[in-house]
């Protein structure tokens, strides 16, 4: 937006409050200003990078605006956001989660863009190739490419994939690796093998997918197709409910050699001797599901300095303000680079699993931003779950059907818009 300075800075300052929680820091007279707005989740990490753009960068001062959790005062706040940046009054740099399912209930926050792919072609963002060109962090291809592709419309890219989340599975080296193409040939190939705790971990494989709605991209926006089965999906679903009603409440051996990785926090017990694969959806893809990402405001005047603001989280050459080393990635979410991984590793004392894990890192070949419509389908999957003790089998079946017809007329209606 428009840089002004004194009294007018203050006002332009408190444009997106909507209550208290999301405030901005009142501008210092004749400082030049760049405005930030996020997420609840993320405000540590972005005051931090705020505070060493402000040391490296005399005379400017960074703003945050932290939008309200209350549901009221959100929506309020995210409608001016909208309006504003819709009239070329929106702030310089957007760090925002996506409708990610991890989150527990009474902790999620409705995502400000519910298709970030439809944000990006509508304006909101400005192109970051001009500036991406002449940073020399972009030559060594430090990103995963299938993960920054995401953020690109039309071969340019709008949005920066900060963090993410994608499904690991571990075994003994050397024995215990799936050779199917398709989660369901992985299910095949577990329910007849000899190891239990393999089939117990690509059982383990199918409820994580649910709960992290990996099992999408379900929308192909730039081409305007729907990617979602209905009936591969409810074939897929129903197939593995039975071995997971009569095992769910089974406990898992604490780190046994066979497994399942979705949090960094499971590195610190698995063995030394482990490898790692990528886990594929129905469609046989490694999908992975960005969390949240970062982009520059169409209507910011100071765009470069927005995008070098905005590089912090990801260029280990800058930092942050509390360690002056940057981790290169967003606290709690898996990084998406393979340096950030080599560092994530470190700090958990896991180096010894850094090759091997990487190997299977580099497997993922696909990305999407999870929208509201996975959200609404894994709320309804886990409806379903929470009621399969009493509920007759045929009618679950039924139940599962319904709820994947239900949502591929969502994603036909959502290809077309």
């Known amino acids: ?20 929680g999301c405030q901005a820091e009142p501008a210092e007279e004749g400082n030049q200003v760049l405005e930030v707005v996020t997420d609840s989740w993320y405000k540590q990490e972005v005051e931090w990078a705020g505070d060493f753009f402000e040391r490296e960068n005399a005379g400017w001062q960074v703003t945050v605006q932290v939008l309200p959790r209350e549901q009221q005062e959100r929506d309020a ?61 972009w030559k060594s291809a430090p990103c995963h490419p299938e993960i920054l592709k ?51 971990a690509v059982q383990d494989a199918m409820f994580q ?25 409810a074939d897929t679903v129903n197939a593995w409910f039975p071995d997971y009603l009569a095992t ?21 017990n698995l063995p030394s ?16 599901a960005i969390t949240v990402y970062g982009a520059v405001g169409q209507s910011s005047d100071i765009p470069e300095e927005a995008y070098d603001y905005l590089m912090l989280f990801l260029d280990e050459r800058r930092g942050n303000a509390q360690t002056d080393t940057s981790d290169g990635y967003v606290s709690g979410e898996f990084p998406v680079q393979e340096w950030a991984w080599k560092e994530l590793l470190k700090q958990t004392g ?8 990487l190997e299977s890192f ?25 009621y399969s003790d009493t509920t007759p089998e045929d009618e679950r079946i039924r139940q599962v059907e319904d709820l994947a017809e239900q949502y591929a007329r969502t994603c036909e209606i959502l290809a077309k818009e």
């Open 209 to 233: 997918f649910m709960r992290s709605s990996l099992i999408q991209p379900a929308v192909d926006y730039e081409n305007q197709k729907s990617l979602f089965d209905a009936e591969l999906w």
């Open 273 to 288: 001797d482990v490898a790692f694969q990528a886990v594929p959806d129905m469609l046989g893809r490694r999908t992975a």
């Open 150 to 200: 995401a953020g690109q419309l039309g071969g340019k890219q709008y949005v920066l994939p900060l963090g993410c989340r994608y499904c690991f599975y571990y075994h003994p080296e050397g024995e215990g690796a799936m050779n199917g193409k398709t989660l369901e040939e992985w299910m095949a190939q577990a329910a007849s093998s000899e190891r239990e705790p393999a089939r117990r």
């Open 77 to 137: 706040a995210v409608q001016k956001m909208k309006t504003e940046a819709m009239a070329g009054e929106g702030p310089d740099v957007y760090i925002l989660g996506t409708a990610h399912a991890d989150a527990v209930e009474d902790e999620y926050e409705e995502p400000v863009f519910s298709s970030v792919p439809n944000t990006m072609e509508s304006g909101v963002f400005a192109v970051l190739d001009d500036y991406m060109e002449k940073d020399v962090y």
């Open 362 to 386: 580099r497997e993922l070949d696909s990305a999407y931003f999870p929208g509201e419509p996975e959200r609404e389908l894994e709320e309804n999957f886990f409806h379903i779950i929470n």
């Open 248 to 268: 769910r409440f089974e406990e898992r051996e604490e780190g046994a050699p066979y497994g399942m990785l979705n949090w960094a926090g499971d590195f610190v």
């Open 1 to 20: 937006m428009k840089k002004r300075y004194g009294a007018t800075v203050l006002a332009l300052a408190l444009l997106l409050t909507a209550g208290s």
């Open 350 to 357: 896991r180096e010894d699993l850094t090759e091997p894990f």
